[in-house]
């Protein structure tokens, strides 16, 4: 059993290495990308304040397909461009969206979400997916959130193996 624990004056760039730490106990001996990224995922719906999802989309016959995931039902399948992941997907860049009803083309799975941070599943330059996080409060996302998230998909693709399921 895993047990994170952070106090609440702990500062983002703190949590999210403390959070880089615990997953790295996660997945230690572990290389099925799809546990690890379920576990990942439960990380951080679990210590990050203020989310209504986290999880992932993989690659599949060049559309993302819902993967691993925590909180409500979500869409199943996203085409590259299309949406905050699908952009983030083909644009291979981390996407930041304060507000997500100005988002051109947004993919409203939850009426509840108002923010949104994608950031792309990239290895020696080959796409395998996204990690998406979606919250209830505007602007809750910003570049700290960005380089924290950046780095445990980082991890994640460093220790897990993902080509049985992305294709």
């Not at 923010?115 to 080959?126: C, D, F, T």
Request: one cysteine or more; glycine letters at 8%.
């Amino acid at each position: 059993m895993h047990v994170l624990t952070i106090g609440t004056e702990a500062t983002k760039s703190a949590t999210y290495t403390t959070m880089r730490h615990q997953a790295a106990a996660l997945f230690a001996g572990e290389r099925d990308g799809l546990a690890n990224a379920a576990n990942l995922s439960a990380l951080l719906f679990d210590v990050l304040p203020d989310l209504n999802w986290a999880g992932f989309y993989f690659l599949r016959d060049r559309e993302l397909v819902l993967g691993p995931f925590q909180g409500k039902v979500a869409c199943v399948r996203i085409a590259l461009g299309r949406g905050v992941c699908g952009t983030a997907a083909a644009t291979r860049k981390t996407l930041v969206v304060a507000d997500v009803h100005a988002f051109p083309g947004h993919i409203a799975c939850d009426a509840a979400s108002q923010s949104e941070i994608v950031v792309p599943l990239l290895r020696e330059g080959r796409l395998f997916g996204v990690l998406d996080l979606d919250s209830p409060r505007p602007a809750r996302f910003d570049a700290d959130d960005a380089a924290g998230l950046e780095s445990l998909a980082a991890l994640l693709l460093a220790t897990s193996d993902f080509d049985g399921l992305v294709r």
